[in-house]
């Protein structure tokens, strides 16, 4: 069993046997939480924090927020086609927002804390349109958010302030600049048969297929 199968049977046994959760949940594919800051209370001195648990089920095709404390369902949207493998949430002590990035169709979505959602995250035209965005972060040193775009097999950054495209970086392209140095082929190869652009492409296939991203580690999740 790989470890993603095993992290999802792991949070369906735990949102199952929750005694305040009714609702039944078949395929939870991504987790994420968010922090609830309160008012600051002068007796005590102390500024009360709960986390809120934003959780999505590709069967229901649903995200939906869940109170940490006692499992009850806040809020809820039903998203169409929504297959999603990633969420990501900011921190802020007033208002938050929820980043999901939509396998299915292809883009990358904004909700607020309501589960309105407020905006798709837009490439730029110079670049490849997203294909299978899965893995998703925030990273706050950096102030971006970051995408793996796992048919593209690359990362897409954009800015964490204002949404824009910032910049993409494909995987494993120093790896196939490397192995193209040893892929012409000469004259006592049987690759010289071969159109050196097809030989090439082959090498690329082979790279890209023995390695798809799937998920996202940043530098202030550590």
Known sequence: MDFSRQCRRFLNFQVFNHQQLKKKLQNISAISYFKNTGKYNKETGITPVTYSLVIADNDEKALMIVNE???????ETVIKNLI??????????NKNFIYVSDYANNVIRKFDE??????KLKL???VAPLNGPCGIAINSYLDQIQVVDQKNCRVVFFDAKT???VSEFKLFREDLIE???YAKPTSVDLAARV????HLN???SRLELDFWPFGLYTKNDR
Request: charged share 35%.
């Open 69 to 75: 404390t006692d499992g009850k369902i806040v809020k």
């Open 84 to 93: 999603t493998y990633g969420i990501c949430c900011t921190n802020f002590p």
């Open 114 to 119: 309501n589960l309105t959602e407020v905006a």
């Open 124 to 126: 730029s035209d110079q």
């Open 163 to 165: 949404d824009e495209f």
């Open 179 to 181: 192995a193209t140095k």
């Open 195 to 198: 159109k050196l652009e097809d």
């Open 202 to 204: 082959r090498i690329k």
